[in-house]
């Protein structure tokens, strides 16, 4: 069974980025058609533990890893509002230094005029309710990273981020279940469908079809969480289709529908590798309070650091602990009092995003120089908290001292001499992997996101980024995404 | 639910004995993994029950040079070999050993009466209002 529809434009993907571009067509008053892989997972299902989010909202149960001789899990959901769902919602501007390099190494200063970024920003912005987390939300978590950067005198500062009188429950990696955070699922994918665009979820885009005789178009299959698993969707696209799957699956899905004209779609992949510390205190933290992500320290940002307390659930808190057995089990006795920081770092490491079949390799490796500066992220997060009261700092790095306790350890962590194995890297903020240019000897998609020499179907996610950003890519991408939306209609 | 063996849920049982030792291993394990095994779903899931199912059968051998399931060793000694399993030289053995602790733990804590003794909020029910009597 074939299921077929029609619209000005298809979307693929309703993450940030495809909803910011549903916010435009429709806004504009063309008709819409959004596809997600994912579920639409209702407000009152959200919030469910750990183990319901794995299965409900991210992609392979959270188990989307790295191929190649290095494991690093991929962090990305799939369901309705894609990462937006699980995410803490923090917000920045593209930092004017990245900016600058886009504009005098790629060219992107016509494609992205600055103006048209900040308009797009001041929208944002507004729509979605950036602001600093509230004083009463920073939590326990939040306060070891603020006493301790006040104590080095460190640039500090509350997350901004998308919310609206925030719980502070620190649930966010499950789904905000009470719609306070702006996901997508909360803001503007139930926007968009009020103008009157309609949402396919549970179907798997195969290929999209370039303007043509049968395109542009967008076809898909219905998944096993359908009620209509295995039938075929076709939506044929008056206008053009819009790819905004995530930089791992819009080059797949290019590749997969025979659109990588350059051989640029799928390398120059690139993220936010992050590692982590814990910090042991005498006071209680208690992770499970507070906002998921309250307070940043940015003082290390222009190096390509930056620590964000995260309030990990505590089975994942857990598993993150040194040790097994009797001496594991002591600790998670006394979890109340242990802090948790994420250091995602601006990565100089390039990866590659390959199809085969329906399934996705993703080939990363982090370089030298990347371990060296996550051992320095490390390093100063253990003095962070050390600063802070902390009686140790657990950085978690094999072959290291399993704890820090006083400067020489810091100093000996900084200068380590170890490979990227010895980290249990996570992998978020993924972008870089259909990167825009004029050039199609050096990019994948041209000044509007079309592959070089395609008509009708346009790349606005965050693989046509030709750098990664250093802080969190949310912002950032939704303005890309709604810059380069204004110029279909 | 999910069918489980009792074989695969005593591998779990003496895993997660191993691993965090008098949390979780009791009460109602076989719905809890059922869970975890469906969030993962089928490939991940199967992998991992082969992991669990490995581990508790040829752990001891591997690591210890003993020729015994993981559970009909002592306490001690269930430690010792996940422990070396988790500081192994080999990266990817390592990366095994992660895995076993994540899906432990994890399946560990979201048992009550654990959460309750340590003190953490109770898993949220999506399915039920958050709110009322």
Known sequence: MTVADDADFVIVGTGAAGAAAARVLTGAGASVVMIEEGSEVPAGRLGGGTVDSLGRLMRDGGGQV???????????????????????????????????????????GEALPARELDACFELLERELLVRPTAQDRIGGNGAALRDGAARLAWEAKPTDRSEQDCEGSARCLEGCSNGRRQSMNFSYIPRARAAGA????????????PAGRDGPAAEGVFTARSGNAGARLRVRA???????????????????????????????????????????????????????????????????????????????????????????????????????????????????????????????????????????GLASTCEAYLAAGARAAFPGVYGLPEQVTDRAGIEALRSARVGPQAFNWVMTHMMGSCRMGADPQTSAVDFRGRPHGVRGVHVVDSSVFPTNLGVNPQLTLMAVAMVLSQRLV | MMNLHPSELEALASLIEAILPGMGAGED?????????????????????????????????????????????????????????????????????????????????????????????????????????
């Open chain 1, 66 to 108: 790295t191929s190649g001789a290095l494991k690093i899990p991929l962090l990305q959901a799939a369901c309705v509002g894609g990462s937006t769902v699980v995410n803490s919602g923090i917000m920045w501007r593209i930092p004017p230094w990245i900016y600058d390099r886009w504009v005098e190494e790629f060219g992107l």
């Open chain 1, 198 to 209: 309609r949402l396919y979820a549970d179907c798997r885009v195969t290929r999209v079809l």
């Open chain 1, 238 to 376: 008056r206008k053009a289709v819009v790819v905004a799957a995530s930089a791992v699956h819009s080059p797949a899905i290019l590749q997969r529908s025979g659109l990588d004209t350059t051989g640029h779609v799928g390398p120059n992949f690139q993220g936010h590798p992050g590692v982590a510390v814990l910090g042991l205190f005498d006071r209680p933290v208690r992770l499970w309070e507070g906002a998921t992500q309250s307070y940043e320290i940015t003082e290390f940002r222009r190096r390509g650091i930056k620590i964000e307390s995260l309030n990990l659930p505590p089975e994942v808190l857990a598993a993150r602990l040194p040790g097994t057995g009797a001496r594991l089990a002591a600790r998670v006795a006394e979890m109340e009092r242990v802090a948790a920081a994420a250091i995602p770092i601006r990565a100089v490491a390039r990866g590659s995003v390959r199809a085969y079949g329906p399934f996705t390799f993703v080939r990363y490796a982090p370089e030298p120089a990347d371990v060296a500066l996550a051992l320095d």
């Open chain 2, 29 to 133: 394990l076989a719905s809890r993994y059922g869970r975890f095994l469906e969030a993962l779903g089928p490939a991940r899931g199967l992998g991992l029950r082969i992991a669990v199912r490995a581990s508790a059968a040829g752990l001891p051998a591997v690591m210890l040079g003993r020729w015994a399931r993981l559970g009909a060793l002592g306490q001690q000694e269930r430690e010792e070999c996940v422990s070396r399993l988790l500081s192994h030289r080999r990266y990817l053995v390592r990366q095994v050993g992660l895995l076993l602790k994540v899906a432990c733990c994890t399946i560990a804590l979201q048992e009550p009466r654990t959460r309750e003794r340590l003190g953490l909020p109770p898993v949220a029910r999506p399915d039920r209002p958050r709110g009322g009597a």
